[in-house]
């Protein structure tokens, strides 16, 4: 069966522009999350919706940053006038719903800022 | 300060033996820890989970043990193969009030390899 995707898997933008990431998450998971990966660490939690609520946005690193799941299943997530230090890999998981349940991960955006 | 370490060096062992993988954390109350698998170039993959309230989980050649007291998890591959070579991340989830809220933290990895 089909699992995350993420689009692009790369995107190379100036210093100073707009990207938008997307997630399509696996069709019925309730729950779906966003993390940024610096290259040799572990991925870092940025926010997480339930359906179409964006419950906890506490790792977003800046105003800069936003995410939306407007209809409870595609998500994007924004970065506004992006600098050096967003340059990293943006995984996206969908899970079944919030708790202890494993998260499926997709092959995640690789973003470099120039 | 919360900190969660796994061995920050690469473990090389030998096809055949058992791998063990550290993962300490510090200032954190989890109520579940699960341990997923990266390879190069891809998303992480789950392998196992552990509940607070358990000690020890098994899959097939892999075990997980989950120790509250001492803040530590050791995950372990037994009859280790090349193919087995990855970095290993555990990550913590915990609860707020009676839910649970699947964010994770993760450590930052530790990198295993296998030779033949």
């Known amino acids: 069966g089909a699992g995350v995707s993420q689009s692009p898997r790369y995107k190379v933008a100036k210093r100073g522009q707009d990207v938008a990431l997307r997630c399509d998450p696996i069709?019925?998971?309730?729950?779906l999350f966003w993390y940024q990966q610096a290259l040799g660490q572990g991925p870092e939690f940025l926010t997480y919706?339930?359906?179409?609520?964006?419950?906890?946005k506490s790792g977003l690193p800046s105003d800069r940053f936003f995410a939306e799941r407007p209809e409870g299943s595609v998500s994007t997530l924004k970065i506004q006038r992006t600098q050096q230090e967003d340059s990293a890999v943006y995984l996206c998981?969908?899970?079944?719903?919030?708790?202890?349940?494993?998260?499926?991960f997709g092959p995640g955006t690789r973003l470099t800022v120039t | 300060s919360q900190k969660i370490e796994q061995n920050s060096e690469a473990l090389n062992i030998q096809e055949g033996k058992t791998a063990t993988l550290t993962c300490n954390y510090t200032?954190?109350?989890?109520?579940?820890l699960q341990w997923y698998r990266q390879d190069p170039g891809r998303g992480p993959v789950f392998l196992l989970l552990?509940?607070?309230?358990?000690k020890e989980k098994r899959k097939e050649r892999l075990k997980v043990t989950f120790d509250t007291t001492l803040k530590q998890s050791l995950f372990h591959i037994t009859a280790s193969q090349p193919a087995d070579s990855a970095t290993y991340l555990c990550?913590?989830?915990?609860?707020?009030?009676?839910?649970?809220?699947?964010?994770?933290?993760f450590g930052q990895g530790t990198t295993l390899q296998v030779k033949p």
């Open positions: 919706f339930q359906n179409e609520a964006q419950l906890d």
């Open positions: 069709s019925g998971h309730v729950s």
């Open positions: 990550a913590l989830g915990w609860r707020i009030g009676s839910s649970n809220t699947g964010k994770l933290i």
């Open positions: 200032n954190y109350s989890p109520a579940y």
């Open positions: 998981a969908s899970s079944l719903t919030g708790g202890p349940y494993e998260q499926y």
């Open positions: 552990i509940r607070e309230n358990e």
